[in-house]
């Protein structure tokens, strides 16, 4: 059974799926694509060699009879009604973070999904399927340093464009971190502060670069989250958890260790879809899967919603300065299944 999938937004991330189910994953077929910027979908569609229908519309593309699923991966502020029209027209989506730029817009798609009776939608949030990330959680559920006390974070990005936007470092960036600790600690969030460090020079002058977000958990853990997203140097992803008897950390991405010219040095990565390549791979393969099998099982929209309040009350602190609390509406029992 081939999984029929229409592309919205054909951007970095938009191409970058398109290319991994059309050439490394099996089981999907892009038939649709589009974008706001027609020539990008043409573009995506030759660099490719897609079999694949442009159309001018995202809603036009959703409602198409050999669409089966949807890739949401155009901007995010678009995120919310491409879900909400996939979900009406009863076909899975997987959709890009963030699931909505709000946590109410996150909640119409929940109770949207809980009207429709069946789970439709999950979000690209890919760390869970990366590697180091379930090698830290399985330590952690193996009890191997106790109970967790802190957890040291960092988010480096080498550079990012003008149209990034201070409050982007949260529901852009901090996000993954928002969803997947939640995740690795078993824990939900209570509290949120965001401070402000000295400024890089190598920033576009309206953006608050870096930021340092303080967490803490309704078990008690405390955890720091450098986002720096003009660190020049490279990728990367940092992540320490430090338990009752001892530290782990999640483990750097596997690089040749090179001694040459007096030097003993190991390449760092400087590009996302590098970074996280694999769980990528996993990510969207497990969602195709679960569309041939019935039954997707990948992050759902009820993490979209729990990440988008941490999210909200983060940016609500990078406003006020203060300490602000994280407040979930009740769980639905759908999500428990
Ligand atoms: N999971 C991850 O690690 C990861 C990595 C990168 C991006 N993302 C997310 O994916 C989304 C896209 O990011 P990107 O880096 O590919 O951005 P991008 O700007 O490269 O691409 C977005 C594309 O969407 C198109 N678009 C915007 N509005 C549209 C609309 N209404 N209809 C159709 N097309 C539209 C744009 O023209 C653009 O081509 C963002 O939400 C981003 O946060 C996730
Ligand atoms: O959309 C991207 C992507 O999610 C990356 O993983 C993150 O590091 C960037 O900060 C963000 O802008």
Redesign the pocket.
């Known amino acids: 059974m081939t999984i029929r999938i229409g592309v919205i937004g054909t951007g ?2 938009g191409e970058d799926h398109a290319r991994r189910i059309t050439h490394v994953l099996s089981g999907g077929h892009i038939v649709a694509v589009t974008d706001v910027n027609r020539s990008q979908a043409e573009a995506v569609v030759a660099r490719l060699g897609l079999d694949a229908r442009v159309y001018d519309d995202g809603h036009e593309l959703i409602k198409a009879a050999d669409v089966d699923a949807l890739l949401v991966t155009s901007w995010g502020p678009t995120h919310e009604e491409f879900v909400l029209a996939a979900i009406k027209a009863g076909k899975y989506v997987f959709c ?2 963030p699931l909505a730029t709000t946590a109410q817009g996150c909640l119409n798609i929940v109770n949207a999904e809980v009207a429709a009776g069946q789970r439709l939608v999950q979000i690209g949030f890919m760390r869970p399927y990366d590697r180091g990330y379930q090698l830290l959680k399985q330590a952690i559920d193996d009890n191997q340093i106790g109970e967790p006390l802190m957890v040291h974070c960092a ?1 480096r ?1 080498p550079t ?1 464009p003008e149209s ?1 936007i201070t409050s ?2 949260i529901v ?2 901090a ?2 971190e928002l969803d997947v600790l939640r995740w690795l600690l078993n824990d939900d969030y209570k509290t949120v502060q965001v401070v402000y460090p000295r400024r890089t020079r190598n920033r576009f002058e309206h953006l608050a670069d870096p930021q340092v977000v303080l967490i803490e958990t309704h078990k008690g853990v405390r955890i720091d989250l450098e ?1 720096f ?1 003009n660190c020049q140097y490279g ?1 990367d ?1 940092q992540c320490s958890v430090v338990g009752e008897t001892g530290i782990i950390n999640l483990p750097e991405p596997q690089s040749l260790l090179v001694r040459s010219d007096a030097r003993l040095s190991t390449a760092i990565l400087t590009d ?1 879809k590098q ?2 390549i694999d769980a990528y791979d996993i990510e969207l393969q497990n969602f195709i899967n679960g569309i041939a099998q019935g039954r997707i099982e990948g992050p759902t929209a009820w993490d979209g919603y729990a990440a988008a309040v941490a999210a909200d009350a983060c940016v609500k602190a990078q406003e006020s300065g203060q300490i602000e609390a994280v407040v979930m509406a009740e769980r639905p029992a759908f999500y428990n299944q």
């Open positions: 970095a991330i890009e973070k988010h990005n990012v990034y982007m470092a852009d960036t996000i993954h986002i997203v990728y992803i996302w970074r996280f």
